[in-house]
């Protein structure tokens, strides 16, 4: 049985990709096929085999299945703006729905665990409406939450994890992930994350600390994926 999970994050720049990256070597440690979408991205390269996003080859070489570049990201845009934005700036249009037959495509594969990695945070327009939302929400997703550890943090995660809730999917779980910086470095770090504990409607994956050399397989071995395993056997 395939388990397809939507990661997000309170934000951009919040360490979704390496989060991601980091439970899929997780899953691979557990013995699980992996493969991993990440829809669209915006700040590409471009290289002799056209455009490339460094997140998307992040994803790549940490997923156990072998997939073309333009299934693990179908729309890749040149600007490090906006998706949106970017699209338009190229004449390109974004549709929610092409995205759905293309994740539908990597989920009736062979892989055991489908990661489908989102841009920004929740609520990131594609076109004036929709949203890239709508694609967990159309595929009935359960979503995981990537929780920058900073101030305002804890504001951030309860508003994304209330919108998931509103758009009539299931927080999964959540990973505190100290993208910025050491735990010391944090203010009041310890009752931050004991808030987040007490107030998220899901579990708490793992507490990822900062890594300098960002190596997911560093982060995947402060995360406990039985949480996500158990949910979807049960389900």
């Not at 070489?61 to 845009?77: C, F, G, H, K, R």
């Not at 009736?108 to 929709?130: F, M, Y």
């Not at 770090?189 to 050399?213: I, K, Q, S």
Request: contains cysteine; proline residues 7%.
């Amino acid at each position: 049985m395939t388990r397809t999970f939507f990661v997000t994050g309170t934000n951009t720049e919040v360490g979704k990709t390496y989060i991601t990256a980091a439970l899929l070597h997780a899953a691979a440690g557990r013995g699980l096929k992996t493969a991993a979408v990440k829809p669209v991205a915006s700040g590409c390269e471009q290289t002799p085999e056209g455009l490339r996003n460094s997140d998307a080859l992040t994803l790549i070489a940490a997923m156990s299945e072998d997939l073309p570049y333009e299934q693990v990201n179908p729309i890749a845009l040149e600007p490090a703006v906006a998706p949106h934005i970017a699209a338009m700036e190229a004449g390109k249009r974004l549709d929610a729905s092409r995205l759905v037959g293309i994740c539908r495509g990597v989920m009736s594969g062979k892989a055991d665990l489908v990661l489908i990695e989102g841009a920004g945070g929740w609520r990131v327009p594609l076109t004036p409406r929709q949203f890239l939302s709508d694609l967990p929400r159309e595929l009935g997703l359960p979503v995981i939450l990537v929780v920058n550890m900073e101030l305002g943090c804890i504001n951030h995660a309860l508003l994304t994890a209330e919108a998931v809730h509103r758009d009539g999917l299931t927080l999964a779980g959540w990973v505190a992930n100290f993208a910025r910086g050491p735990q010391e470095e944090m203010p009041r770090a310890e009752e931050n994350l004991m808030t987040l504990r007490a107030l998220l409607p899901a579990p708490c994956l793992g507490v990822v600390p900062f890594d300098p050399g960002a190596d997911s397989r560093n982060g995947a071995a402060n995360l406990d994926l039985s949480p996500l395993l158990s949910a979807s056997e049960e389900s």
